[in-house]
């Protein structure tokens, strides 16, 4: 039996949530990744993880508006992030993406 199952569940919450908290950081510290490139490559981006924070608050009972839940995951208002660091997609860029969408739709 590993450790992980011997773990109470508000310790393996606690975890998780420190877990998130390293991956949102490690985000908010690699801007000039792509939020494209990443739904290429992953399937998921920082515009997920808001809408998936968003509908966590939601399940718990926490009324969050969505864009506050934005702000949690940029660091920032959402707008200025993407004036700030958000790329014109590239031709090839949206290519990819829309072959991974097509083969979700089919």
Same mark, same amino acid.
């Given at each position: 039996?590993?450790?992980?199952?011997?773990?109470?569940?508000?310790?393996?919450?606690?975890?998780?949530?420190?877990?998130?908290?390293r991956?949102?950081?490690?985000? =908010?510290?690699?801007?000039?990744? *792509?939020? #494209?490139?990443? @739904?290429?490559?992953?399937?998921?981006?920082?515009?997920?993880?808001y /809408?998936?924070?968003?509908?966590?608050?939601?399940?718990?009972?926490?009324?969050? =508006?969505?864009?506050?839940?934005? *702000?949690? #995951?940029?660091? @920032?208002?959402?707008?200025?992030?993407?004036?700030?660091?958000?790329? /014109?997609a590239?031709?090839?860029?949206?290519?990819?993406?829309?072959?991974?969408?097509?083969?979700?739709?089919?």
């Amino acid at each position: 039996m590993s450790e992980l199952e011997n773990l109470s569940t508000e310790q393996l919450n606690a975890i998780k949530a420190g877990v998130f908290d390293r991956l949102v950081a490690h985000l =908010d510290k690699r801007k000039d990744v *792509q939020n #494209i490139d990443l @739904m290429i490559l992953a399937g998921f981006c920082r515009n997920c993880l808001y /809408k998936w924070t968003h509908a966590e608050a939601t399940e718990a009972g926490v009324e969050i =508006d969505i864009t506050e839940a934005q *702000q949690a #995951i940029y660091g @920032m208002d959402y707008g200025e992030w993407k004036k700030q660091f958000q790329a /014109k997609a590239t031709e090839q860029q949206m290519a990819a993406f829309n072959a991974i969408t097509a083969d979700k739709l089919s």
